[in-house]
């Protein structure tokens, strides 16, 4: 079943425009370590920081994956369609990579309305569809396997290219989301399904829908990254990622309506602080063994935070800069986002929270794809050029 922007995006981006902004959701994993005994409160939340400095689109790697290092507060993330034999998609993504730069710089004419772009940054990537046209045995060729409590649109699953805008300014956001769309309109490009999201200021964890302090753990380091997020240098598509999206309903209501200790034995975690069930403070990280005089886990067998340990899982690490939605009282949850090396790191630790995982009983997937997220770019070398050999070239009149 579609919502209203599975069609076009246009509803969409008019929720960014009128600003939403209520608190986040996210559902992550996290790695499993023994942590100290006892609890550490958090008293005081951390200040919420001003707008962010200006984030240069150009280097190794796209802008919006792992800088700026604290997602912004606004994204809108939307998804197209190209023409099925229609021409090569080189084209249409170094224009698109000229367009983005602008708009990062300021020098955008008044595509923004004369206002400053601020931490705006654009995270492109392209669809299997796509990808497997140029050779099949490539790092994003394959589509995401089916899964548990998934509500199938023809329009909101898979996709060929995906455009994530994010910025402190849901005003910026939104105009550059708009300039954006009219240039992939000039190219044949038609969105599938659009939708804005939002998280509170903050730095490190911040509270969800669900009212948890979540994105406790990410990789972070120079070492984590490469080793998890990162695909390897050397070859062609080295500084992409492979990113998987899921629009993920939540039952908000129901969960609230358990009392704390319920929720709480579902998540794995204090709801005051995120501190781990088997003790310690919120950045600690969860010790899976530990247990009661009696012998029980203290962290539940089905907790969240036991089943999507990437420990427990199999998989590697994966860098998740997801967002809050609420397009009605009936349609809220997490727009997830994930960066990793292998498609298998999401998929194993999906599968196993489709095996058993308390909280997947509120969830249900609404839209959902994996695209690889090209490398960076800069004047020399456009936007997709190590997968579709293009040329920067602007359209002509």
Same mark, same amino acid.
């Given at each position: 079943?579609?919502?209203?922007s599975?069609?076009?995006?246009?509803?969409?981006?008019?929720?960014?425009?009128?600003?939403?902004?209520?608190?986040?959701?996210a559902?992550?994993?996290?790695?499993?370590?023994?942590?100290?005994?006892?609890?550490?409160?958090?008293?005081?939340?951390?200040?919420?920081?001003?707008?962010?400095?200006?984030?240069?689109?150009?280097?190794?790697?796209q802008a919006?994956i792992d800088?700026?290092?604290?997602?912004?507060?606004?994204?809108?993330?939307?998804v197209?369609?190209?023409p099925?034999?229609?021409?090569?998609?080189?084209?249409?993504?170094?224009?698109?990579?000229?367009?983005?730069?602008?708009?990062?710089s300021?020098?955008?004419g008044?595509?923004?309305?004369?206002?400053?772009?601020?931490?705006?940054?654009?995270?492109?990537?392209?669809g299997?569809?796509?990808v497997s046209?140029?050779d099949?045995?490539?790092?994003?060729?394959?589509?995401?396997? &089916?899964f548990? %409590?998934?509500?199938?649109?023809?329009? *909101?699953?898979? +996709?060929?290219? @995906? =455009?994530?805008?994010? $910025?402190?300014?849901?005003?910026?956001?939104?105009?550059?989301?708009?300039?954006?769309?009219?240039?992939?309109?000039?190219?044949?490009?038609?969105?599938?399904?659009?939708?804005?999201?939002?998280?509170?200021?903050?730095?490190?964890?911040?509270?969800?829908?669900?009212?948890?302090p979540?994105?406790?753990?990410?990789?972070?380091?120079?070492?984590?990254?490469?080793?998890h997020?990162?695909?390897?240098?050397?070859?062609?598509l080295?500084?992409g990622?492979?990113?998987v999206?899921?629009?993920?309903?939540?039952?908000?209501?129901?969960?609230?309506?358990?009392?704390?200790?319920?929720?709480?034995?579902?998540?794995?975690?204090?709801?005051?602080d995120?501190?781990?069930?088997?003790g310690?403070? &919120?950045?600690? %990280?969860?010790?899976?063994?530990?247990? *009661?005089?009696? +012998?029980?886990? @203290? =962290?539940?067998?089905? $907790?969240?935070?036991?089943?999507?340990?990437?420990?427990?899982?199999?998989?590697?690490?994966?860098?998740?800069?997801?967002?809050?939605?609420r397009?009605?009282p009936?349609?809220?949850?997490?727009?997830?986002?994930?960066h990793?090396?292998?498609?298998?790191?999401?998929?194993?630790t999906?599968?196993?929270l489709?095996?058993?995982?308390?909280?997947m009983?509120?969830?249900t997937a609404?839209a959902?794809?994996?695209?690889?997220?090209?490398?960076?770019?800069?004047?020399?070398?456009?936007?997709?050029q190590?997968?579709f050999?293009?040329?920067s070239?602007?359209?002509?009149?």
């Open positions: 079943m579609n919502s209203p599975d069609t076009s995006g246009s509803e969409g981006r008019r929720r960014l425009l009128l600003g939403l902004i209520p608190a986040t959701f559902l992550g994993a996290c790695r499993a370590t023994p942590g100290p005994p006892g609890r550490t409160v958090a008293t005081t939340p951390p200040a919420a920081p001003g707008p962010g400095a200006p984030v240069v689109a150009a280097g190794a790697h919006g800088r700026p290092r604290q997602p912004q507060q606004h994204t809108v993330l939307t197209y369609g190209l099925e034999g229609g021409a090569p998609p080189g084209g249409t993504l170094g224009r698109l990579g000229i367009a983005i730069a602008e708009l990062s300021g020098a955008s008044g595509r923004l309305a004369g206002m400053p772009p601020g931490d705006l940054t654009v995270t492109v990537g392209v299997p569809r796509l046209a140029v099949p045995k490539l790092p994003g060729a394959a589509e995401l396997p &089916a548990a %409590r998934e509500e199938r649109g023809e329009l *909101t699953w898979g +996709g060929d290219l @995906l =455009v994530q805008i994010s $910025a402190s300014d849901p005003l910026v956001a939104g105009l550059a989301d708009a300039s954006l769309s009219a240039s992939l309109a000039a190219d044949d490009c038609v969105p599938r399904w659009s939708q804005p999201g939002f998280r509170p200021a903050g730095t490190g964890a911040v509270r969800n829908l669900l009212g948890f979540d994105g406790i753990e990410n990789p972070r380091s120079a070492a984590e990254l490469a080793g997020v990162w695909l390897p240098a050397g070859g062609p080295a500084g990622t492979i990113a999206v899921r629009r993920l309903r939540i039952d908000v209501p129901e969960f609230q309506a358990q009392p704390v200790s319920g929720q709480e034995r579902v998540i794995g975690r204090h709801r005051d995120g501190s781990p069930l088997s310690g403070a &919120a950045t600690d %990280r969860i010790d899976l063994s530990a247990k *009661t005089p009696d +012998g029980r886990y @203290l =962290v539940p067998a089905m $907790a969240h935070a036991r089943r999507a340990n990437s420990l427990a899982s199999g998989g590697g690490l994966m860098l998740r800069r997801g967002y809050s939605y397009n009605a009936d349609d809220q949850g997490l727009l997830f986002v994930s990793q090396r292998e498609l298998r790191t999401f998929t194993g999906q599968q196993r489709d095996e058993g995982d308390d909280l009983r509120f969830v609404t959902s794809g994996t695209f690889l997220i090209l490398p960076g770019f800069d004047g020399r070398r456009p936007l997709g190590p997968l050999g293009t040329k070239t602007r359209r002509t009149p």
